[in-house]
């Protein structure tokens, strides 16, 4: 970028005329030379700088979804049929109406890139993208999630980059007075070099104050408000997330580090509450918050959005960095930004309330009805484009896509050969590995570094199967998340991986007692550009959509992450899904552990013997192949369907979802979070019981005398269910097999992550 | 009659909703003070809430304690007016002199979130009336800068005056000095208190009710 930094002056709209020829550095800036081409046909000339600037970043991977979005046309043109969908795809976050008058957001983002860069300041500033997005819906945020994926615990470079990620999230979410209600933390060696870190925002407002990302009226401001800009993340879009990390050059990857933002939790929270007290006064015309792409995507999309045109002076913007040029200026991705439309009139009572809250801001220009997007430095033009060409109009590709050669092999290699531990002992010793395996090891060492108390609507928590926030103090009105994703299975199967993401992510809602109602995605992917990777997008992304289509619940909106691999090595294809389930009464929610003695606990639904990509085989040898578990969509739906009308009903006493580990960990964790023993005889062959990981499956305990009307309810629905045993006791007791003292099952289970990081 | 409790809202204060919460749970009326008016609104106590006021710059609590309504707040405490420090509210009134010593780093250097029992050292203040003196009270504690110091002459006047008001029970979670978890200034009338009582006062959001008990007994005491 050295190109930019050193002009002497601005390359305006004349002397681009007047240079045709000249050479630019569209290569270095991400964009190959069909698209430069491109670039220039549409404008007839060759691009300024600025404009290139801004074709750099908008044209990215990260911001046009170019190598996605045919695949992604899928989620609207499946969803199913959904009263509650009030804003979706293609908005800043979806928006579903969940009755009484509210309406909520939510969305789930990546980090990825930076978050290898720079730990700390990458998921920090994950965090407070993702706020933004919810707070540019006119929300107010009320929680985040953040779904983790890191290379192997013990790894040298996992010490270096899971301590800092936890401790950015910790110190941007906390500052900002957002509990963090959940999420999930994962190891695999295919993340040793491409960790994921996605944040999960859910904000509420009333259904009236839905904001749109659209400029309108021509001759109303155009307002930059929130921190200064400077030259923090120039190229974050363009040259750090859209493209995959170097094999081993750790300088290379290192020179990236400026590419990454720098966040300022402090002036966030006071955007948050400057924001909601302009909407309040209905100061705001369109409102967008500066992500990605900066002060170019906030000006192309607003206008683009309302069909107007533009007139910026890109001498106004404050910097942090006098030295800024304009092409600097617009690829820039300082953080605590946020753009908004202001009738004239409005103008001094919008100064007045960012002044009380401290927060600069700045009139930078107007709203024209030309239907252009003109930006001007110092009185000279350096940018005249048709917003629409920067905003809608990138690229589409249809990038090759191609089974990969080793997905029969893979398929082949079935766990049914790996030995099995049979006698008591055995089982017992595979029980307290995998229970202690950091995948599956207690994550308080993780979730005790974030604030979820703050707000005091925190209804669940860590380690529940979903979080859920109270919406309405009087009503009970309420919310749940869960967020899932299991890169084994999907490594095995894309189609059926992300349909086993949203079927658990499902579940964990209603076992929570929430309906579920919407969902949110992140894919995690390698690079586009390998027809392998892409047939995994493509097959991911069919699967979900079709699961979306029968659970009946619509994809409002999420976040495509490509290029997560190193050299030529990719993650495992990893979608990660959040479900939004509504609670009518929080009060009714449901929570894992066993707090009542002799309560009646059945397992509910069908178990075969499942264990291709289960934590046993991955855990006990290392093995990865066979088929994932069966999806069960009809299954799952009428599990959901119990747990939610007995939870309304009050029958149960604890309630958890079957995944990972399958029933032994389930009973474990129900016997630590409730501080109580069971005693249980299984039904069938030990291990196939306690380790399949068969979808569609929860464990519950029922309240005395519930027994007659759990039945009824099981039957009306079709779900079986097995009579386990009872709660009680001081050990976890499978009968005839082996025993296993709470203690020793504590002791296990909390050792290992801060055996690992202190 | 009401108690009028005036909850102050700085720049980064985040518990000012729970705290009002916590006050109207207790039968008070919570009166919303803005930092940067030099107005106590006639209140009859004030509860500095928790946060990152002014995002913890500087030191935490250290600019605050040079913001406009300290300056009214400084003389009505002298005065004799119930102020009650929660977390960066504590460290606000230490940085303001308003209570001796000052919060540090926890011992593990990471912010902590989780709930834990203190012991209630001192029911003789206008914030803990309603407990008895031992009785053990579950709270939540959630800070970076939560380890409570000051000089051993400090420490030895606060033990000798009954002004150590709470202390953690079982195992110290920061490593404050003498497990200290909240202190009370020379007339008793301010306390600051590191864990948070008002995470604590419904059993669907909160660690239990146990924290309700410093809101009732400012409610009573201002109405006694």
């Known amino acids: 970028m050295s190109e930019l930094t050193t002009a002497p002056a601005a390359d305006t709209v004349t002397d681009a005329a007047a240079t045709p020829d000249r050479d630019q550095p569209y290569a270095a800036l991400g964009l190959t030379s069909a698209e430069y081409a491109s670039i220039a046909a549409q404008l007839g000339r060759r691009p300024t700088e600025s404009e290139l600037a801004i074709y750099s970043v908008m044209w990215s991977e990260h911001c046009s979804y170019k190598s996605s979005r045919a695949y992604l046309r899928q989620f609207g043109a499946k969803a199913p049929p959904s009263a509650a969908l009030l804003a979706g795809i293609g908005q800043n976050a979806g928006v579903v109406d969940i009755g009484q008058g509210y309406a909520v957001t939510f969305k789930i983002e990546s980090h990825n890139h930076p978050s290898y860069v720079e730990p700390f300041q990458g998921a920090a500033t994950g965090v407070g993208g993702i706020v933004r997005d919810i707070l540019a819906m006119g929300a107010r945020p009320v929680a985040i999630l953040d779904s983790l994926r890191f290379g192997p615990a013990d790894a040298p470079d996992t010490k270096r980059v899971l301590p800092g990620v936890v401790a950015g999230i910790s110190f941007y979410g906390n500052c900002l007075g957002l509990p963090n209600i959940g999420g999930e933390l994962a190891f695999d060696p295919c993340y040793a070099g491409n960790p994921l870190v996605n944040a999960l925002c859910v904000g509420v407002m009333r259904r009236e104050d839905l904001k749109a990302a659209k400029a309108s009226g021509p001759g109303n401001k155009v307002v930059l408000f929130g921190s200064p800009t400077g030259p923090d993340g120039i190229g974050g879009a363009s040259v750090l997330a859209s493209a995959s990390f170097g094999t081993g050059a750790a300088g290379e990857d290192r020179a990236k580090r400026p590419n990454v933002q720098v966040g300022d939790p402090f002036m966030e929270k006071l955007l948050i509450e400057c924001c909601l007290e302009l909407f309040a006064a209905g100061l705001v015309v369109g409102i967008q918050d500066l992500g990605a792409a900066g002060v170019s995507c906030a000006t192309a999309e607003l206008a683009a959005g309302g069909q107007v045109g ?172 869960a967020t899932d994703g299991n890169g084994r299975y999907s490594r095995l199967d894309p189609y059926a991986g992300a349909q086993l993401a949203l079927a658990e992510a499902y579940r964990n809602v209603a076992a929570a007692g929430a309906v579920p109602l919407a969902v949110t995605n992140c894919l995690n992917f390698g690079s586009p550009e390998d027809p392998a990777v892409m047939w995994q997008f493509a097959e991911a992304v069919r699967g979900l959509a079709d699961a979306c289509a029968t659970l009946g619940v619509p994809v409002t909106g999420g976040n495509v992450s490509f290029y997560n691999q190193t050299g030529a090595v990719p993650i495992h294809p990893t979608p990660v899904v959040g479900v939004l389930g509504v609670h009518q009464d929080v009060r009714h929610r449901l929570t894992i552990g066993f707090d009542g003695d002799g309560d009646t606990i059945l397992l509910l639904g069908r178990t075969a013997a499942e264990f291709g990509g289960s934590a046993w085989a991955h855990v006990r040898h290392g093995h990865l192949g066979g088929r994932p578990p069966a999806v069960d969509l009809a299954a799952e739906r009428a599990l959901a369907a119990v747990l939610t009308a007995a939870a309304e009903a009050g029958l149960l006493s604890a309630a958890h979802d079957l995944s990972d580990g399958g029933l032994a960990i389930a009973l474990a964790e129900c016997c630590l979070a409730g501080g109580r023993g069971c005693q249980v005889t299984l039904p069938g062959d030990a291990f196939t019981l306690l380790f399949s990981e068969s979808a569609a499956r929860a464990v519950v305990a029922l309240r005395p005398g519930a027994d007659a009307a759990v039945t009824a309810l099981r039957s009306s629905h079709g779900v079986p269910a097995a009579i386990l045993g009872r709660t009680g006791g001081t050990a976890l007791d499978v009968a005839g097999t082996f025993t296993i003292p709470l203690p020793e099952l504590a002791g296990v289970h909390r050792a290992t992550l801060p055996a690992l990081f202190g | 009659m009401t108690a009028r409790i005036g909850v102050v809202t700085f720049p980064g204060s985040l518990d000012d909703v729970d705290a009002e919460r916590a006050v109207r749970l207790a039968g008070g009326t919570p009166v919303p003070l803005w930092h940067a008016e030099r107005d106590l609104r006639g209140v009859d106590a004030v509860i500095l809430p928790g946060g990152f006021s002014y995002g913890d710059y500087l030191r935490c609590g250290a600019i605050a304690a040079f913001s406009p309504v300290m300056a009214e707040l400084r003389p009505a405490a002298h005065a004799g007016l119930p102020v009650l420090g929660i977390c960066n509210g504590f460290q606000i009134l230490c940085e303001a002199h308003l209570l001796p010593g000052a919060l540090t780093r926890n011992e593990r250097l990471r912010f902590i979130n989780s709930e834990v029992t203190i012991r209630i050292e001192s029911a003789g203040t206008a914030w803990t009336s309603h407990f008895a003196a031992g009785e053990e009270v579950t709270v939540v504690l959630k800070s970076g800068e939560g380890a409570y110091v000051a000089d051993e002459a400090t420490i030895k006047d606060l033990r000798s005056s009954g002004r150590i008001v709470a202390r953690y029970s079982g195992s110290n979670p920061n490593g404050s000095l003498g497990a200290i978890a909240a202190v009370a200034s020379q007339a008793g009338n301010v306390v600051g208190l590191m864990p948070h009582p008002e995470h604590a006062v419904d059993e669907l959001t909160g660690a239990g009710t146990g924290g309700r008990g410093f809101f009732e007994s400012i409610v009573a005491s201002v109405l006694a």
């Open chain 1, 310 to 481: 533009m007139r910026v002076r890109l001498d106004a913007v404050p910097l942090r960095d006098p030295a800024l040029g304009p092409a600097e200026i617009l690829m820039s991705e300082s953080q605590e930004r946020m753009m908004a439309i202001v009738e004239p009139g409005d103008i001094g009572r919008f100064l007045e309330i960012c002044a009380r809250w401290d927060v600069p801001a700045t009139v930078i220009g107007e709203v024209t009805d030309g239907g252009r997007l003109e930006m001007t430095w110092h009185g000279e033009q350096v940018v005249d484009i048709a917003p629409g060409s920067a905003a809608d109009d990138g690229p589409v590709y249809q990038r090759p896509a191609v089974r990969p050669a080793d997905q029969d092999e893979l398929a082949a290699s079935d766990p049914a050969v790996l030995p099995r531990p049979a006698s008591g002992a055995e089982l017992r010793a595979t029980l307290l590995s995998l229970l202690g395996s950091p995948g599956l090891a207690d994550k308080t060492w993780v979730t005790e570094q974030y604030d979820r108390h703050v707000r005091g609507d925190t209804v669940l928590a860590m380690p529940q199967d979903a979080g859920a926030i109270r919406v309405d103090e009087r009503t009970h009105l309420g919310v749940a998340l």
